[in-house]
């Protein structure tokens, strides 16, 4: 995958690209974060890889979680393994469960334009939800946020400039902005000063009002340049898409002839 550019506007930049192949010199974290009480977010979810993380994702039913579409595009998604129940990647956590991917589920993604950049990720089990482990709240469809709206994003993305990720979840208040957004997204900015989403946070919540509106997709202008707002795939766009998906009876057979954006085992 490689970014995708206009002539009027700053690259757009995967933040998995990045994350795997090292990224520009700058920042990279959750930019002016905080490390988030431990468990305090028991829907977020960390993807991992031959025992690294790159991505996040956010457990929406004992047996789906949903990240970014361009964090599993073009992956064997046999080799990713989904961590519920983590907060310090450093450690083995006895509050953490592992899954592996049974079936795959996009709806219509674009990776040059970075659009519909959402994926839903059916496990190979169930989750035990208990207090570490817990579904989010998802908006209804097209009940989005509007501007100005207090968010909190989240994720374990790289620390700087080659060195590794974040050990301890971060997170980050953000605000819901409209300028120099697309339509098509959900835009957040942090006012008066540069913070913001980075290379490895992909796939993680935006959380606004107790409910996840958003699932980090890119950045334009370098990790929190302060003028550019990073971008969300927005969930109540695809509401109504994801309950399709998490309410399908488990023994239905496991590619739809009709369904060719699902992939299985």
């Known amino acids: 995958m490689t970014p995708s550019h206009s002539s009027n506007s700053p690259t757009l930049v995967p933040l998995l690209l990045a994350a795997l192949l090292g990224g520009p010199a700058l920042a990279s974290e959750i930019v002016g974060g905080r490390a988030a009480r431990p468990h305090a977010w028991p829907f977020m979810v960390s993807l991992q ?44 956590e006895p509050t953490t469960q592992s899954f592996a991917i049974r079936r795959v589920f996009e709806s219509g993604f674009d990776p040059q334009r970075l659009l519909n950049d959402i994926v839903i990720l059916q496990l190979n089990g169930s989750a035990t939800l208990n207090r ?26 790289q620390l700087g400039t080659a060195r ?9 208040n953000v605000t819901v902005v409209t300028t120099l957004c697309r339509r098509t997204n959900v835009c957040t900015l942090v006012p008066r000063r540069q913070a913001g989403i980075c290379f490895g946070d992909s796939g993680g919540p935006l959380v606004c009002n107790g409910l996840v509106q958003g699932i980090d997709s890119f950045i334009r202008g370098g990790c929190g340049s302060g003028i550019y707002p990073d971008a ?32 299985t085992i």
């Open 164 to 172: 590794p990720l974040a050990r301890v979840l971060q997170e980050l």
């Open 232 to 263: 969300f795939a927005p969930v109540a766009q695809f509401a109504d898409w994801i309950n399709s998906i998490i309410r399908r009876r488990d023994d239905r057979p496991p590619v739809h002839p009709r369904d060719p954006a699902s992939r």
């Open 132 to 157: 570490n482990v817990q579904l989010a709240r998802l908006p209804a469809q097209n009940q989005g946020v509007g501007s100005g709206v207090p968010c909190l994003a989240m994720g374990w993305g």
């Open 49 to 92: 890889r031959r025992g690294g993380h790159f991505c996040g994702a956010t457990l929406i039913a004992p047996n789906f979680v949903m990240s970014a579409a361009h964090c599993v595009d073009g992956l064997n998604f046999r080799s990713v393994v989904v961590v519920l129940g983590a907060h310090d990647l450093g450690q083995r």
